[in-house]
């Protein structure tokens, strides 16, 4: 049995390492967040006497592949994931969130594995096995897995894995400016969800109707990715209140002026992901890549990148 690190422990990389322990081997994950989540993160802020949880990265996400529904079925009986009807198209998938926030089936994998919160790799260097860097901590292992976006995926391997180094370098994330908002009374809008891809914010949804959430009326925005560009370097406060009235705008509603506002900024939000394998593993180097950008930019791609990049380990001898 190998000693295994894995970086990143968002979908892929806790789906990979949650695996492979499984199988019998010893996994440490390293994550530079402070908790569980990467792009399914839920962020709380304290609201007139409240504890209120927002989801601001990914807001709901379907099943397509057998081995995804079952795994939903898993959460869903751990009362970690429900469904939220709200998000459904007429026709669509069924729709999933996190409970009681997004990052809920993240926390739950996390619980069960050697997850490092808090450690950023910063260099990875073979000599025997694997050697990561990370400040003041240092890591090594038989075998190196790394599940975190494309770009940052690229900087990492470039010098240690120039060939897994390109792949994840030819990816281009789109990025993506998030609104936390609360207001006293419920806004002007009576569905709970506003898609429209072409306009300035993309996706808008009453986060305080998702199952299980906590206070009175809270939104989150996202600015379309062209928006988002325009916008990049714009201070957190002031994307805050201009894309609030944008919505607005955007919306044709009276404006509300929110008892709670902040912005997050995801830089690499959605990327164009790759037609080719789901993960790559080179056997001899004993290094492999899973992540969304090698599958598809949504919570199930990253899932099912993990799960090929734990196959592809365990079916070497
Ligand atoms: C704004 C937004 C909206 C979205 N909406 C949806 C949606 O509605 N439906 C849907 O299905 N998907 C959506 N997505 C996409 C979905 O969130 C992602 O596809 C999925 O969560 C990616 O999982 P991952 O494990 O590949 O990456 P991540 O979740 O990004 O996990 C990577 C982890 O690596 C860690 N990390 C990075 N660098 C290092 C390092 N050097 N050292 C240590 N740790 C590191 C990060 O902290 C992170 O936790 C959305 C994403 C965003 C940002």
């Not at 975190?148 to 060939?163: G, I, M, N, R």
């Amino acid at each position: 049995m190998s000693e295994i690190i894995v970086i990143g422990a968002g979908m892929a990389g806790l789906t990979c390492a949650g695996e492979l322990a499984r199988a019998g081997h010893s996994v440490t994950i390293l994550d530079k967040g402070r908790g569980p989540g990467g792009r399914m993160a839920a962020r709380r802020a304290e609201i007139a006497g409240e504890t209120v949880s927002f989801d601001h990265g990914a807001q709901y996400f379907t099943a397509r592949d057998p081995a995804f529904q079952r795994r939903i079925a898993e959460w869903q009986e751990q009362g970690v994931v429900e469904r939220w009807t709200a998000a459904e198209k007429a026709d669509g998938d069924a729709a999933w969130v996190g409970v009681p926030g997004m990052n809920g089936p993240i926390r739950a994998m996390a619980q069960d594995l050697d997850v490092r919160w808090g450690v950023r790799a910063e260099a990875l260097t073979r000599t025997t096995g694997w050697f990561v860097d990370a400040g003041t901590d240092s890591f090594e292992a038989d075998i190196l897995l790394v599940c975190v976006p494309a770009e940052q995926a690229s900087e990492l391997l470039e010098p240690c894995s120039p060939d897994f180094g390109a792949i994840a370098g030819s990816v281009t994330s789109e990025p993506c400016w998030a609104v936390m908002a609360a207001f006293a009374q419920k806004i002007g809008l009576d569905a709970d969800t506003v898609r429209m891809p072409d306009a300035p914010i993309s996706w808008a949804a009453r986060n305080s109707a998702k199952p299980h959430r906590t206070g009175s009326e809270t939104w989150v925005l996202h600015a379309s990715p062209q928006k988002s560009r325009e916008i990049i370097d714009m201070p957190q406060e002031e994307a805050a209140s201009h894309l609030v009235e944008v919505f607005f705008d955007q919306m044709g509603i009276e404006r509300s002026v929110p008892i709670h506002s902040a912005a997050h900024r995801w830089l690499y939000a959605m990327p164009a992901s790759l037609n080719g394998e789901s993960a790559h593993y080179d056997a001899e180097a004993k290094i492999g890549i899973a992540g969304d950008y090698l599958h598809s930019p949504r919570v199930e791609g990253a899932f099912l990148s993990g799960q090929a990049l734990a196959s592809k380990v365990l079916r070497t001898p």
